[in-house]
């Protein structure tokens, strides 16, 4: 009966901290705590690899299982098995639903999900139903109603789904965050963020190699280029709202104490891809995919409002020439700060008005974010500075088994992940009705009003 | 008959430059010349000074009479005549409505208004039915309705509007248009501009001094105080639209060949004021000021769609700390461009995908924006600099004598105005509205579609 009062220990004491109403008597048994978290991949590709390197450093972790349709997927992961000198997992490879075997096993308490887009909501839905506990690799979601089915999946089955949104962890980012919780920005107006970052080399290659290498999509393509493509053909939306929306999310309060209740999406016309295709060595004008036509607009941007009052804008700009640069902007009565790059310390502009002494002019951040480091990051940094994109990864792969084996609520559950996926289809509606306000449900069902902030209150995880 | 001769003279070749649907024979006139202009003021507080100052200047241009109710702005005004050594003008100050005699005269050619917001369309409608041209500032309509009227009044009288822009004008954006029309940005498809700049110090002040001294506003205060402080309590809107809109319209051919469609706004809640009245050592909590409840959100963000796809977003951010930053972004298939600051040449990033070898890295403005000068710039620049804002207003003060000189239609005309100041109406009912989509009219009613671009073509205004 271990397997079993194992899993009903995870579900009940993880969901105990996320203060769903459960009786008192659950809450007692969050004090318990396990030592080891059993992971199983699904999906494998390129995106997987940072966190499976994370989760095979630790000793607290096993990876006993994977899944994944690609045997050049397989292979790769296997690798990094190897690379760190453990086990090598079971293996799922037969087909897109294999990975509904996986999650018959006994031995696996959780599954981090790094799938296409379209795969997320449906396997987190299956690994929940299948008892398991479920990390999920960003993206939006295809439909509203998707959002709406794992929260209730999660309710109903008692089982938490954290929201793996690593650009939260972005050292000036959470220096920022800890400014904004001294008080020093004031009260927060308006933030905004998005995802500015020139994908024309990732949607599109050779079919061998992953980046910059050709205009190939789907069937011919390799890696994200097989599907990633696609969404700008069908669709035109914010399609990867939650890098932007995350940090300043975790800022503003949202889901705990305020809450995103609107949103409306414009978008400019698409020429970026079509001119790629174009322009490209092994493309040119006779290339049969210089004929695709590209629904998402070059530029999309989405306006939110927020109970409480303040704004957040969201850009998603992926398809023209650019240097990589989220754009984030945090806006209180007190303070002001931008970002210009791509996450150094010194990659932005502030303006601090009482400690400035009123100049009127921007300081650079390096002073100011060094000095108000984050705990975690003084902590861990030198740790996370190994792991993937600048240490991210580390951090939130961190906070997922940490919480696990503490029996503790995620930092991001499942009504970030749902009411932060949702921007996607709901701009979608508002784009195609040339810019009208949408309105973001309460997935929360109220509980917003009383949640209080948990995101990276300590050095602990 | 020399007046009567020299008014239908302006009329009629000013407005056949203007391209309105005219007989041929009086297009014919359009090829005469006048050697001088003859201005009267309406307006004459701390801005109109330096469009006196540029006029004054000049030996082609006369002030000849002057209007303002208040004895401190006429006794500041006729100081910038002593500065330059000429006549005395003739002296309007009997009233708010005393401007009505200055439009009698028939020694004023054309009028420059630069009155408090809400007089500027009734002004300039009077000055059209007078016979008069019309130089008018900037702000944001009082009400859609005024926005046609305007355009009707000028219609009907034959008489051409200016829209007195003078940020336009600014170097590095007349350098930045230089390279999109040279088509180094590729096809345009977002861009961004706005009015960020901090005015608590301008919206309260002692009665005294204008800026940074108290926390009054209405009759107790002086200048700007006195009455634009009022739109902040009145009203939730992009109060001041045309520095933010007005450049990146004159890249993208708003009016000629494109044109701003719709609109939506959204607002973040008001604290800004209210905060600096509070802690003003002038002010605290106590002060009844500190009781006025102010509608206008901090930060104002308005999408504006158009017809050739591109996307502009304007951002109205004057009641918290910063530095000063208009914030514009111009954005093509091929080139990126965003502003930091003030406007100096080396503040601001700048990414060309070809010329830097798909780098994917920032570069600084300075090079490339002095490559590229402006034609203007080269030639007048010297002569700029010494004049306000700049240089900025030497360019607008110039174009608006010379066009009148020239017979010639003026660089930003009575179309431009009236979808500029459209935005403060139509963002105010979005923002009542939640945010929802407003149509733009079209002024021109249909005309855009075949006006070519006229702003600053070359280098003689």
């Given at each position: 009966m271990?397997?079993?009062?194992?899993?009903?220990f995870?579900?009940?004491s993880?969901?105990?901290?996320?203060?769903?109403?459960?009786p008192?008597?659950?809450n007692?048994?969050?004090s318990?705590k396990?030592n080891?978290?059993?992971?199983?991949?699904?999906?494998?590709?390129?995106?997987?690899?940072?966190?499976?390197?994370?989760?095979?450093?630790?000793?607290?972790?096993?990876?006993?299982?994977?899944?994944d349709?690609?045997?050049?997927?397989?292979d790769?992961a296997?690798k990094v098995?190897?690379?760190?000198n453990?086990?090598?997992p079971?293996?799922?490879?037969n087909?897109d639903?294999?990975y509904?075997n996986?999650?018959?096993r006994?031995?696996?308490?959780?599954?981090?999900?790094?799938?296409?887009?379209e795969g997320?909501?449906?396997?987190?839905i299956?690994?929940?139903?299948?008892?398991?506990?479920v990390?999920?690799?960003?993206?939006?979601?295809?439909?509203?109603?998707?959002?709406?089915?794992?929260?209730?999946?999660?309710?109903?089955?008692k089982?938490?789904v954290?929201m793996?949104?690593n650009?939260?962890y972005?050292?000036?980012?959470?220096a920022?965050?800890?400014?904004?919780?001294?008080?020093?920005f004031?009260?927060l107006?308006?933030?905004?963020?998005?995802?500015?970052?020139?994908?024309?080399?990732?949607?599109?290659n050779?079919?061998?190699?992953?980046?910059?290498?050709g205009v190939?999509?789907g069937?011919?393509?390799?890696s994200?280029?097989?599907?990633?493509?696609n969404?700008?053909?069908?669709r035109?939306?914010?399609?990867?709202?939650?890098?932007g929306?995350?940090?300043?999310?975790?800022?503003?309060?949202?889901?705990r104490?305020n809450?995103?209740?609107?949103?409306?999406s414009?978008?400019?016309?698409?020429?970026?891809?079509?001119?790629?295709i174009?322009?490209?060595?092994?493309?040119?004008?006779a290339?049969?995919n210089?004929?695709?036509?590209?629904?998402?607009?070059?530029?999309?941007n989405?306006?939110?409002q927020?109970?409480n009052g303040?704004?957040?804008?969201?850009t998603h700009d992926?398809?023209?020439p650019?240097?990589?640069n989220?754009?984030f902007r945090?806006?209180?009565?007190?303070?002001?700060?931008?970002?210009?790059?791509?996450g150094?310390?010194?990659?932005?502009?502030?303006?601090?008005?009482k400690?400035?002494n009123?100049?009127?002019k921007?300081?650079?951040t390096?002073k100011?974010?060094?000095?108000y480091?984050?705990?975690?990051?003084?902590?861990?940094?030198?740790?996370?500075?190994?792991?993937?994109?600048?240490?991210?990864d580390?951090?939130?792969?961190h906070a997922?088994?940490?919480c696990?084996k503490?029996?503790?609520?995620?930092?991001?559950d499942?009504y970030d992940?749902?009411?932060?996926?949702?921007?996607?289809?709901?701009?979608?509606?508002?784009?195609?009705?040339g810019?009208?306000?949408?309105?973001?449900?309460?997935?929360s069902?109220?509980?917003w009003q009383s949640?209080?902030?948990?995101?990276?209150?300590g050095d602990?995880?």
């Amino acid at each position: 009966m271990y397997k079993l009062d194992r899993r009903v220990f995870l579900q009940q004491s993880i969901m105990a901290g996320a203060a769903l109403s459960l009786p008192n008597q659950i809450n007692a048994l969050a004090s318990s705590k396990i030592n080891k978290v059993r992971i199983g991949m699904i999906g494998v590709g390129f995106r997987s690899h940072e966190h499976m390197g994370n989760f095979l450093q630790r000793n607290d972790v096993e990876i006993t299982a994977i899944a994944d349709p690609q045997q050049r997927s397989i292979d790769d992961a296997l690798k990094v098995f190897k690379k760190y000198n453990r086990a090598k997992p079971a293996i799922y490879k037969n087909g897109d639903y294999d990975y509904q075997n996986l999650l018959k096993r006994d031995d696996v308490d959780a599954v981090v999900i790094c799938t296409p887009w379209e795969g997320h909501i449906p396997q987190g839905i299956d690994a929940l139903n299948a008892g398991k506990i479920v990390g999920m690799e960003v993206c939006g979601a295809m439909k509203l109603q998707d959002c709406w089915d794992i929260v209730n999946t999660s309710e109903k089955t008692k089982l938490p789904v954290m929201m793996m949104e690593n650009v939260c962890y972005r050292r000036d980012i959470m220096a920022v965050l800890n400014m904004v919780r001294q008080g020093m920005f004031g009260e927060l107006i308006h933030t905004q963020g998005g995802y500015q970052h020139d994908l024309r080399g990732v949607l599109f290659n050779d079919g061998v190699t992953a980046y910059n290498s050709g205009v190939e999509f789907g069937p011919k393509a390799y890696s994200e280029a097989q599907w990633r493509t696609n969404h700008y053909i069908n669709r035109n939306a914010e399609l990867y709202p939650t890098h932007g929306v995350g940090p300043v999310a975790m800022m503003m309060d949202i889901n705990r104490g305020n809450r995103m209740t609107k949103l409306s999406s414009v978008s400019t016309k698409a020429r970026g891809l079509h001119k790629y295709i174009v322009e490209h060595p092994k493309g040119g004008a006779a290339h049969p995919n210089a004929k695709v036509k590209f629904k998402e607009g070059d530029v999309v941007n989405t306006q939110i409002q927020c109970a409480n009052g303040e704004t957040i804008l969201l850009t998603h700009d992926t398809s023209l020439p650019r240097p990589y640069n989220i754009g984030f902007r945090v806006q209180g009565t007190e303070g002001l700060w931008q970002d210009f790059s791509t996450g150094g310390l010194h990659q932005g502009f502030i303006y601090m008005e009482k400690k400035m002494n009123k100049s009127h002019k921007w300081d650079n951040t390096e002073k100011w974010l060094s000095e108000y480091d984050h705990p975690l990051w003084k902590k861990f940094g030198q740790k996370a500075n190994s792991a993937g994109h600048g240490g991210m990864d580390f951090f939130v792969d961190h906070a997922f088994i940490e919480c696990i084996k503490r029996g503790t609520e995620f930092p991001m559950d499942v009504y970030d992940l749902a009411s932060w996926y949702a921007i996607t289809p709901l701009s979608e509606k508002s784009i195609m009705q040339g810019g009208q306000v949408q309105k973001i449900p309460d997935f929360s069902r109220g509980k917003w009003q009383s949640k209080k902030p948990i995101f990276a209150m300590g050095d602990d995880y």
